[in-house]
């Protein structure tokens, strides 16, 4: 780990999160199966998985978002009702892996806005702006900016959402889930389309929020930043959870390296195809340096040469063209995939 915080999560902590058989059915499909997932105090535990493997449905179980086939989750000891407002209030916050902010409103009113589980003024406070209510609206203003401060963003608190690059939307939008005080924060993909840099400051802001005493539950596709970030990593395919544990457990599963990072399918291009390429680029260099030769000592032969280089820049860019389409179209193999483990790959929105 290159944090320079210290892992509090121990084994003895107290359970924040317990979510238990939870299943949810989708008609004939099942996207999520009997998953068992605990979190800790002090814990930052990752959810990975492949694309499809039910890691956004299980998440929206957690949230109320959707009320679980079977199963049951409990926050702190109480089971949750199946309500997004009420996990709110109860203390689980979240982001989504599709940006969800009011574009049209400022970066501090979002936050404003994830702040009203948390304000005790009433609509009739509201309208009649007495001094209850302008005394929680400045304090509720405090509380927003210095959230702000923390993400990084204080000084762009009048700028409009939308105007924010995409990287700092995604911090605004911890910002406000974290404006409901919550105990328990679930990410859901937080480095989508981030670069390398974002992703690190991204990295730097969650474990400084699980030193502020904030569980967390991320999900995420860039293996680098979950293995660097977990005390715990929990692996679902197809809606399964098939491997829970550390980092170096997860990453050295050869379950997981089979189920989530791919094996090689038949017919995908091997060091055969890939010495093939290399022969014909090889050939069409040869062939063009040779024509070149020829053209500068014969002269009256230059017709035949340039046709002959033609050829062989053709040859050199079907090559070319063969050794893209091996890249693009087949999958790494396994072994590729697992040493590239640091990629990033976006999931479809949501
Ligand atoms: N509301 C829904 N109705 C029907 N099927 C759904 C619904 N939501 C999700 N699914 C299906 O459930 C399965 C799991 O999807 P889910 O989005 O949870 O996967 P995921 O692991 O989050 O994938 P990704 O990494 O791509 O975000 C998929 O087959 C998906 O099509």
Redesign the pocket.
């Known amino acids: 780990m290159t944090t320079t915080t210290t892992a509090t999560a121990t084994s003895t902590a107290a359970t924040v999160l317990d979510a238990s058989g939870v299943t949810?059915r989708?008609?004939g499909?099942t996207?999520?199966r009997g998953v068992d997932l605990t979190v800790r105090e002090g814990e930052i535990v990752g959810l990975i998985?492949?694309?499809?493997?039910?890691?956004?449905?299980?998440?929206?179980c957690l949230t109320g978002l959707?009320v679980p086939t079977e199963g049951q989750v409990s926050y702190k000891g109480t089971v949750l009702p199946p309500k997004p407002h009420l996990v709110t209030k109860a203390g689980i916050a979240r982001t989504f892996?599709n940006i969800r902010l009011f574009s049209n409103m400022t970066v501090l009113e979002n936050v404003l806005v994830g702040r009203h589980t948390r304000t005790k003024e009433g609509l009739w406070s509201a309208l009649l702006r007495g001094p209850g209510f302008k005394k929680a609206e400045l304090a509720s203003r405090e509380r927003a900016m210095e959230l702000l401060e923390f993400v990084g963003l204080a000084a762009k608190a009048e700028h409009l959402a939308r105007n924010l690059p995409y990287g700092e939307q995604r911090k605004l939008e911890i910002a406000r889930a974290l404006a409901s005080d919550p105990g328990l924060l679930l990410l859901?993909?937080p480095t989508a389309g981030m670069n390398q840099n974002e992703t690190r400051t991204t990295e730097e802001l969650v474990f400084a929020i699980r030193d502020k005493g904030i569980a967390v539950l991320v999900?995420e596709?860039d293996m680098k930043f979950i293995f660097n970030l977990c005390d715990r990593v929990a692996v679902?395919v197809q809606?399964e959870k098939l491997v829970e544990g550390t980092s170096e457990v997860v990453q050295g599963d050869e379950r997981v390296v089979a189920a989530y990072l791919g094996t090689p399918y038949e017919g995908a291009p091997g060091a055969e195809e890939v010495a093939e390429v290399e022969a014909a680029e090889a050939h069409a260099e040869e062939a063009a340096e040779a024509a070149e030769a020829q053209a500068d000592t014969e002269p009256e032969a230059a017709d035949t040469a340039s046709d002959d280089t033609e050829a062989a820049a053709e040859a050199s860019d079907e090559a070319d063209e063969s050794g893209d389409a091996g890249s693009d179209d087949a999958p790494e193999s396994a072994a590729e995939n697992a040493s590239d483990a640091d990629s990033t790959t976006e999931?479809?929105?949501?």
């Open positions: 949810m989708f008609g499909l996207a999520v998985g492949p694309n499809g493997a039910g890691k956004t449905t299980f998440f929206n959707y892996q859901d993909e999900i596709h679902l809606g999931g479809d929105s949501k």
